[in-house]
């Protein structure tokens, strides 16, 4: 039996037709072909989906053999059950009517593909076939093209806020992630193309300051919360031109909005911007309330004692008004840090000598006895070379009237005005000194490199792609997508860590065979090549799966699982 496509040809158009047709022999021995089912025209059954769906029925009742790849999919696929990611996606986006794929298999699908070898929209059915994804989660590589892996994302854009809390709710459920302490933080993802018609019921994409320091680009911005352990808990995406609190209202708006935050006995740890004027108060302060803070980060215990970075820290209050009289006090950190200081003098120092470079070159023009400039032409190319490095408050410089002699020197007090300013920054908390010293304030500020690393995870090469979508709606939930896929990628990791405890390293785990760590990089990409084969015998098909490294052995052992072949079943609760 097998499906035969028809055309009929009624006046000036061709129309198809799909028909269920079996073989059989006639009485002479030939054989022959009838028809057992007219199942309709081609472009109705592709519009409905019914097309799709007899594919998908097909693949279900006949897998094929062949060799296929698994990656990370052993270790994925009991997360993605755990974290109950299908029926949280279809309890909160759910189908019209019978459906053979439902838009929470599909954004596990996705998930998966991000994991494990990150493929366009337009092509993770070629990634579904050659990962046997129908094997894995259920979902039948003929279903997985782009249109239905779009309408999935027009379905997660209307409920991105109810399925990343209810995902990350899940996790401190499911895996006893600690909640306790959180980093925030926002960055950017860039995107390609012009975006003249977007949608007003979602995250923009425009042009604001790029968090890679890239420029103005179009993008749009992603918060993530990450807890102390690196499990990205909680995600939001908001339009791309939005300032992430760097303005003095909006910061001062969340710290009255923080009030909630200390009755309910959350602590937290920021830094201030600039913008907010906090360096006047730490400069009013005497030198000697300046205490040496006991900080050393894993890098520089590897540096000499000597070279290590050095902090020094002042402690101050600040008042903000919650409503009404009532005032919130929260406690001001004032930190000078060697590195950031003697970084910023370096900068200072190298960019004062190209501007002084400038103004010689100026200055030996108009000595040369060429035809002279007007003033006012020389003036602007003064001004271009002072502002160019952001040095024209540390140069004074004096053009005659006839342009005919140019002199500078250093504003020596504007130059140690900025050095006491070197290296200088404030952090914000409601952790009391008998809760936190503050050297601990400044440890737990520098632990913010989670998140940083949650973000290098979110858009590296192993996650988010550039993207290339016509709708802001798709993007953002696409970027919702990648935001899950760093949870899972999290929650592998920190199982792996909690599982070998008190041990810290895995042998083998490095491609030279070393001993390491087990972070998320290092564990998924042993597992890359990894997969098995489907091969006919006289039971039927069998799978044969690729024989298991030692270093693979050690994570499937603390992660708990059995086999690296794929479970009886769908992932469909």
Partial sequence: MCVRVQKVRRGDRTYEYVHLVEGFRDATGKVRHRVVA?????????????????????????????????????????????????GIVDRACPMRGRAHLTHGEVISALVANLLTSPHPLYDVLSWSETYAAAAWLGTPAALLNDDRLGRALDALADHLEEVTGALGLAAV???????????????????????????????????????????????????????????????????????????????????????ACVHAGVHFVARLPRSFGYEDDALQL??????????????????????????????GMLEVAVSGRDRLRLRVVYVIGSEERDAARKSRTKLLAQAEQELETIARGLHTGRRRQAPAQLARRVARAVSRGRVGDYLRTELNADASELHWSRDEVALAAAE???????????????????????????EQVIVERAH????????????????????????????????????????????????????????????????????????AGH???????????????????????????????????????????
């Fill in 286 to 315: 005497e030198p000697q309330q300046f205490q040496a803070l006991r900080y050393c980060s894993e890098r520089a215990h590897r540096l000499a004692p000597r070279r290590r970075p050095r902090f020094w820290g002042a402690e």
């Fill in 38 to 86: 007219k199942l309709g025209r081609r472009d109705r059954l592709k519009a409905s989906g019914a097309l799709d769906n007899l594919a998908a029925a097909f693949t279900r009742l006949d897998p094929l053999p062949g060799r296929f790849l698994s990656g990370a999919l052993p270790l994925l696929v009991p997360v993605l059950q755990r974290l109950e990611v299908i």
């Fill in 531 to 573: 997969g098995f084969q489907r091969v006919r015998s006289r039971d039927g098909l069998i799978e044969l799966p690729d024989p298991l490294s030692p270093a693979q052995k050690h994570v499937f052992a603390a992660l708990g699982i059995a086999s690296s072949l794929p479970p009886q079943g769908s992932l469909r609760p």
């Fill in 173 to 259: 459920a499911s895996y006893g992630v600690n909640a306790a302490r959180l980093h925030w933080d926002f960055t950017s993802v860039a995107f390609t193309g012009d975006y003249p018609l977007q949608a007003p019921n979602g995250p923009q994409i425009s042009y604001g300051h790029s968090s890679d320091h890239q420029g103005h680009r179009p993008q749009l911005k992603v918060a993530q919360a990450v807890s102390a352990a690196g499990v990205p808990l909680y995600h939001r995406v908001v339009s791309g031109g939005r300032l992430s609190g760097t303005e003095k209202h909006e910061l001062l708006d969340r710290l009255r909005n923080l009030a």
């Fill in 420 to 446: 006491r300013r070197d290296g200088l920054y404030a952090l914000v908390t409601n952790l009391s000194t008998r809760q936190a010293s503050a050297a601990r304030v400044l440890r737990l500020f520098k």
């Fill in 456 to 527: 290098h995870f979110l858009k590296g090469p192993l996650v988010v792609r550039p993207v290339f979508l016509h709708s802001n709606r798709r993007a953002a939930a696409l970027i919702s997508v990648c935001a899950i896929a760093v949870m899972v990628y999290g929650l592998v990791e920190a199982e792996v860590r909690r599982a070998i405890a008190p041990r810290r390293t895995i042998p083998g785990l490095l491609p030279e065979g070393r001993a390491a760590r087990p972070t998320a990089p290092n564990i998924f990409a042993i597992f």
